[in-house]
């Protein structure tokens, strides 16, 4: 192919760079940041701009927000619909400006986050503050561009009669760029003005006496003096806000917080929830009730303490752990000259009254050139007047109003637009009252005209005129400061007595589902063996735990509890304790705890395997049991189980590599495999096939052996035998295969296993149909081969079979 002079060879980073670069300046010159001048972002310019010329201002009614969204979006910002409506919405929303530039009827959304309406149902105008955003922008103030099709001009910036980027502030991303402008008091900001314009060299400490710091629609206080001063200086620092609050007295001895304003740009439910969660997770003892109260007459959260609960502690729990208290970052970026700059107080005040000298300028040169018409026409027709008998007869001699026109220019010498305003004068305006008119308004032009070249050629002029437009818009529409400003950021220091008060206490919990949790005195004042228990119930767990701890039990049914331990009953030893189901719903009649995991502190890398009777088996990690929002009353559940199955055994483990599954079943049928072959899951989860059983077979337990060793382990079948061996003698094989036997196989009346677990010193219990019960210790039985039946303990001739084998308690805790 030969050389074409058309075609360019560029790499790739060039022309990356360059289409980057000019999207860049796209998004940040057109989109994401407002302009010094005005405080607007270029579509919140159109929505103004468009709702003017369409005449949805303050003194007319209101219009549907779909028509002007359609208006703006046809005409000037070639974007999608949402992202029109959204800013206007913004526009109306009183918690989010200082002073709204839209009215909305309607749904605009709320505090607590909550979306607005459709625009198809909402209604919209321009506030009366907007009015003074626009004033003046039919004179000629403000630069005029073509629209996105070349059929509309669009202005570039508005008049702004107030330094609306400071009062209302501004937040946006764009590409290498964000800003975060706080909103500000219009009458302070506007004194600050005022003060500049005077006083050109002002020192910032100066200016601050007027704007001593931003002033947020939702007040709050605001803390940090030297760091709003930096921010006014650099455009940058970080300040402390936080919410109003009030500690009341209510009966009962009891106190409660009452918060009536919070940071701006926080969302009152999502503060509300962490609030709650607070007390519900026991973060702080001490919280009986969280309520948001707030309704048409202003906002209010009421945070309700238990009796002689330290308020001051957990309000500053609150501040420190909620966004009761947030820190708020200035960084004051806008668009300057076409460039964006981070600006600070001076600069943005400095160019406001640059533009506004531009604007008056401007408009006063509009109203001379308009003055200087009328005048020169003013003049003519008083003229006209007083020779009105020779006009007419001129006007009457001439052959049309071309020729009407030609001769009262030669015969009277009137300039062309003079005698074009006499030809066109209608006969009744002829009398003798009306010279008097023209008098006056020929005085008025000329006072008018004197007054324009004065502000023209003197500065001085200009700005006096400039100041008197500020004060008329403050005298109009300042408000009082809401946010209070305090000098100093407050150390918050937290008490640990606020959180939940420390102790080591005793927890029991019984296979039936009882719960308690002892002083360690009660404890120490009892033998372990005294502890209250229903008949026929046994211990399962027992230990020494902190009420800053944590506990998870796993039921049969594959539910999963959590209690922190300082909200376990606290009892003697010797009550029975309070039964689950007291607290926790839709738990089923045969549902018991078969596994007790305490602990202080979630751990990410540790795993809870599950395995159930029918023979499935999974892992899951314990962070997803969390404490959940609703775990008083709702358990988790931690596997899918179908058909009547259930959990036999629950362990739960750090590190996995060297260990092996182990499992029996009631056939006598023993499986050992890696546990790296059970895939981790959701809680929800299935979980995978574990052994593959035979019809009619169950698992009976399942251990966690290591793979190289000697792990005794104990069987006990239902005719009263005994049996010791290693799991280890199983070979290793792999997941979900059906297994080797672990008893030799009868033809008449063969072994069934009905327990299995480690073979260590624990004692154990046989019961047979009878009631009769064997106490023994596995470790009197030698360890025997795979293919033995083991030794008899009880005859099932003489009492029946056996139908339980109980496990004596855990140890006597040491002291």
Known sequence: MENRQEIQELTLEEVMGDRFGRYSKYIIQERALPDIRDGLKPVQRRILYAMNKDGN????????????????????????????????????????????????????????????????????????????????????????????????????????????????????????????????????????????????????????????????????ILQGKDEIKKAFETGRGKVILRSKTKI???????????????????????????????????????????????????????????????????????????????????????????????????DILSSYIGHRKDVITKRSQYDLAKAQKRQHIVEGLMKALSILDQVITTIRESK???????????????????????????????????????????????????????????????????????????KNYATKRITKIEDEIEEIKIDTKVLVAQEDVVVSVTREGYVKRSSLRSYSASKPEEIGMREGDYLLYTGELSTLDHVLFVTNKANVIYRPVHELPDLKWKEVGEHISQTILNLSMDESIIAVFPYTKIQPEQTFIFISKNGMIKQTRMTEFEPWRTYKSRPLSSMKLKDEDELVAVYLEEGQADLDVFLVTHQGIGLRYPLVEVPVVGAKAAGVKAINLKDDDTVINGLLVFAEGDTPIVIVTQRGAVKRMLAQEISQTSRAKRGVQVLRELKKNPHRVIYMSEGTSRELTIVNQKGKQVEFNPTDFPIGDRTSNGSFVLDEKQGGEIIAVLEAPVPKIEE
């Open 248 to 346: 009341e007295a209510i009966k009962g001895s009891k106190e409660q917080i009452v918060i009536s304003e919070i940071p701006y740009e926080v969302n009152k439910a999502t503060l509300v929830k962490k609030i709650d969660e607070v007390r519900l997770n026991k973060k702080v003892d001490g919280i009986a009730e969280v309520r948001d109260e707030s309704d048409r007459t202003g906002l209010q959260i009421v945070v309700e303490l238990k009796k002689d609960a330290n308020a001051q502690g957990i309000l500053n729990y609150l501040f420190k752990n909620t966004e009761l208290q947030i820190n708020y970052n200035f960084n004051m970026v806008a668009i300057d000259h076409m460039t964006p700059h981070q600006v600070g107080l001076r």
């Open 57 to 220: 201002t303050y003194d007319k009614g209101f219009r549907k927000s779909a028509k002007s969204v359609g208006n703006i979006m046809g005409n000037y910002h070639p974007h999608g619909d949402s992202s029109i409506y959204e800013a206007m919405v913004r526009m109306s929303q009183d918690w989010k400006l200082r002073e709204v530039l839209i009215e909305m009827h309607g749904n605009n959304g709320s505090m607590d986050g909550d979306p607005p309406a459709a625009m198809r149902y909402t209604e919209a105008r321009l506030s009366k503050l907007s009015g003074e955003m626009l004033a003046d922008i039919e004179k000629d103030t403000v630069d005029m561009v073509w629209n996105f099709d070349d059929t509309e001009k669009e202005p570039t910036v508005l008049p702004a009669r107030y330094p609306n980027l400071l009062v209302n502030g501004s937040t946006g991303i764009s590409a290498g760029y964000a800003t975060e402008i706080p909103t500000h008091n219009l009458g302070e900001v506007i004194d600050g003005t005022i003060y500049l314009i005077d006083h050109p060299n002002a020192s910032l400490d100066k200016l601050m006496e007027f704007i001593p710091g931003p002033d947020f629609p939702t007040g709050g």
């Open 400 to 474: 049309d109003k071309r020729d009407a026109k030609k001769n009262l220019v030669d015969v009277f010498q009137f300039t062309e637009e003079q005698a074009e305003a006499i030809v066109m004068l209608q006969l009744y305006r002829l009398t003798n009252t009306d010279i008097t008119d023209l008098q006056k308004e020929s005085e008025q032009l000329i006072a008018q005209i004197t007054e324009l070249n004065k502000i023209l050629s003197d500065d001085k002029e200009l700005f006096s005129l400039m100041k008197k437009e500020l004060r008329e818009v403050k």
